[in-house]
C-alpha cells in the first residue's frame, strides 16, 4: 500500500478497516486490524507448538506485557519520529524525539539481562514485534553499544 497516495483511505480499504491503519490481514473473513493481535492469532491458530505465543497463563502474560511495551512504548515513539519526515517533508527530528526514543532501550535491556530473549530463553511472538519497531528506531536514534 502506498500511504503517501492514500491507499489506506479508499473506500474498499476502509471497509476492512475503518481505523484506515496497516497491516490487515483478512483470513478467510477474519479481519484483524492490529499487528500485535494478527501475531497472537497467527500463533494460536498455525504454530505447530506454543512456543511463539504460550498457552500456560503466566507465560502468556509475560509476552503479552511485552507486547504492550512495543504498542505503548517502542513504536509509538518510532512514529514520532518518522512521521514528520514520511508525511510533512521535515528534513530533520529533534533531538528530544532522539533521545525519548533512546529511554526506551533501558526497559528493553532489563527484559534481557537474565535471558536469552525478552520473555525468556526462548523467542516468542513479543520479540517479533519488538525487533520490528527496535530496528526502524535504531535508524533514526542509535543504541549506546557500551551502555545496552
Known amino acids: 500500500m502506498n500511504l503517501k497516495n492514500g491507499d489506506h483511505m479508499t473506500p474498499e480499504f476502509l471497509k476492512l478497516n475503518p481505523l ?10 477474519v479481519v484483524i486490524t492490529d499487528s ?12 505447530v507448538d ?3 505465543y504460550p498457552k500456560d497463563k503466566l507465560k502468556r502474560m509475560e509476552v503479552d506485557a511485552r507486547l504492550y511495551f512495543d504498542c505503548g512504548h ?3 515513539r518510532v512514529r514520532l519520529m518518522v512521521e514528520p519526515v514520511i508525511y510533512f517533508g ?13 529511554r526506551a532501550y533501558d526497559g528493553l535491556e532489563k527484559c534481557l539481562t537474565s535471558a536469552k530473549y525478552l520473555c525468556g530463553d526462548n523467542l516468542t511472538i513479543a520479540d517479533l514485534c519488538c525487533v ?6 535504531m535508524l533514526f ?6 551502555k545496552f
Not at 20 to 29: A, K, N, R
Not at 90 to 102: F, L, R, S
Not at 141 to 146: G, K, L, S, V
Open 20 to 29: 484506515h491503519t496497516i497491516p490487515v490481514l483478512d483470513d478467510s473473513g
Open 36 to 47: 500485535h493481535v494478527i501475531c497472537s492469532y497467527l500463533a494460536d491458530k498455525y504454530a
Open 50 to 52: 506454543e512456543s511463539l
Open 74 to 76: 517502542l513504536f509509538p
Open 90 to 102: 521535515a528534513d530533520t527530528i529533534a533531538q528530544e524525539k532522539v533521545v525519548y526514543m533512546q
Open 132 to 137: 520490528a519497531s527496535l530496528s526502524t528506531g
Open 141 to 146: 536514534a542509535p543504541i549506546e553499544e557500551e
